[in-house]
């Protein structure tokens, strides 16, 4: 058969080498093993950072460097939820990210899914209530509602304190912040789906149930880092494609999928592209591992802050945030047709399973890239359908549930779109004008989300 693969002697070489290796694994193993959750704050976020570093500059790549930058610092207390009225019962919870230290008594309300038809049903009557919605979607929607919607409805609609009920029997309470970067207005908790289930017959079976939360969580500011590197272009070095993930993970929990598979999948196509491709890219490659994702996207939102002079250059962000799960490892597009023939060629070329869509969330690190107009795209399923975290962001993210052959699948999808994208002649996109970008920001469903967190911000 014809041969119409240009790269083909890299992409086996490369290919050949991420199948016939244990590295990324082995990387897997100390992010989550040694340094637990990473989580913002703690010394391991920190040991995280410095790993990651060392091992770019081992695997050959340049200007390795930690960029440091301030944000808003968060440390979990103990949190108490204890029905008063009309039973006694003292129920597990955990506090999310920013919640504040607080002392509320109010009557509990349900909101369902807690989606924006429930919450326009409540009417006023969510004022000064202990406000519970699940973690679920509704089917109907079409799209995925997350927990920050739900709590910033909450929030708008007068509630005193939020409860967030995981969807998942048998994986504990979900966490996940409540805002991006600042401590949250008032308190949010979360309970496992046993417990919310429990609450709801309680909320059929009397007229009114009331319940009091107690917060005693720090918001204080503190430092943190992304870790930069770079495999320099020959022909064009201040063009580039960036390829990212963040590392920290949330601090209950390995976060061995979100996001560690994601970056060491990053992490292992920085290796087979320095090894084999180092002298013949055009343009630059660089790899970002990113801080404080979890807490507001924090890392990513500095980035494109502190090298704005830049980002005319970046041809194209790829973020492959937990990309190591067992998704399809998918090209998304956030609205850039003009580059699904370049990306439908390249799946030709490599024979995997690569489907090539167009959407965009704003609950990632390619996010702040979207917002500056940069060509970007994430690492997924663009056929799937919403639905839950199932174990993600809970206590159960952990090491052995990740699979070799999805680290490899990612990571040798990864590489050999990076090469692509480095060495065409032809990648059609050019970053957007502000009122482009506007234009999407104001339509798209998908984008629902941010916009109530705008209309909090005012
Ligand atoms: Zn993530």
Redesign the pocket.
């Known amino acids: 058969m014809k041969n119409n693969n240009p790269y083909l002697n890299l992409d086996r070489q490369m290919v050949g080498d991420i199948y016939t290796s244990n590295e990324v694994l082995d990387n897997l193993t100390v992010l989550c093993d040694d340094f637990g959750s990473r989580f913002a704050g703690t010394p391991e976020e920190y040991k995280a950072a410095t790993f990651i570093s060392e091992t770019f500059s081992r695997y050959g790549l340049k200007n390795v460097r930690l960029e440091e930058y301030p944000y808003a610092g968060w440390t979990r207390g103990d949190a108490t939820l204890t029905i008063t009225e009309p039973i006694e019962r003292t129920l597990h919870c955990i506090s999310l990210p920013y919640c504040p230290s607080g002392d509320i008594t109010a009557e509990l309300l349900s909101v369902g899914y807690g989606s924006p038809d429930e919450y326009s049903e409540l009417g006023d009557t969510a004022q000064s209530k202990l406000v519970m919605a699940s973690s679920a979607s509704p089917q109907d929607l079409g799209r995925w509602v997350h927990r920050k919607e739900k709590y910033e409805r909450a929030v708008l609609s007068g509630a005193s304190a939020f409860i967030f009920v995981s969807e998942h029997p048998g994986v504990g309470p979900e966490t996940g912040s409540l805002q991006n970067n600042r401590p949250a207005p008032i308190p949010g908790i979360s309970v496992c789906k046993e417990d919310g289930d429990f609450l709801t017959r309680c909320l059929t079976r009397y007229d009114k149930v009331v319940m009091r939360l107690q917060t005693t969580d720090i918001n204080e500011p503190r430092t943190s880092w992304n870790v930069v590197a770079d495999l320099p272009g020959g022909d064009n070095p201040e063009e580039m494609i960036v390829l990212g993930c963040?590392y920290d993970g949330h601090d209950i929990s390995q976060g061995a999928h979100?996001?560690a598979s994601?970056m060491v999948s990053v992490i292992e196509t920085a290796r087979v592209l320095s090894t084999y491709a180092a002298d013949i890219l055009k343009r630059t490659v660089r790899f970002i591992a990113f801080g404080t994702?979890?807490i507001g996207l924090t890392g990513a939102f500095r980035y494109v802050d502190a090298h704005s002079d830049e980002l005319d250059n970046i041809r194209l962000m790829l973020n492959m945030?937990?990309a190591g799960g067992p998704s399809r490892k998918g090209i998304v597009l956030h609205y850039w047709e003009s580059l699904e023939p370049f990306f439908k060629t390249a799946q030709e070329q490599i024979h995997a399973d690569m489907p090539v869509g167009q959407k965009v969330h704003s609950y990632?690190d390619h996010f702040p890239f979207f917002l500056e107009g940069v060509p970007s795209c994430h690492m997924g399923d663009p056929t799937s359908a919403p639905s839950g975290r199932g174990f993600g962001h809970t206590a159960y993210d952990t090491l052995e549930k990740v699979e070799l052959d999805n680290l490899r699948r990612a990571s040798s999808i990864g590489a050999r779109i990076a090469l692509r994208c480095a060495n065409t002649d032809n990648l059609p996109a050019k970053r957007r004008a502000k009122a482009d970008v506007q234009q999407i920001v104001d339509s798209d469903p998908g984008l629902e989300g941010y916009r109530i967190s705008l209309k909090l911000n005012v």
Request: no cysteine.
């Open positions: 963040h979100d996001p994601g994702e979890e945030d937990a990632s």
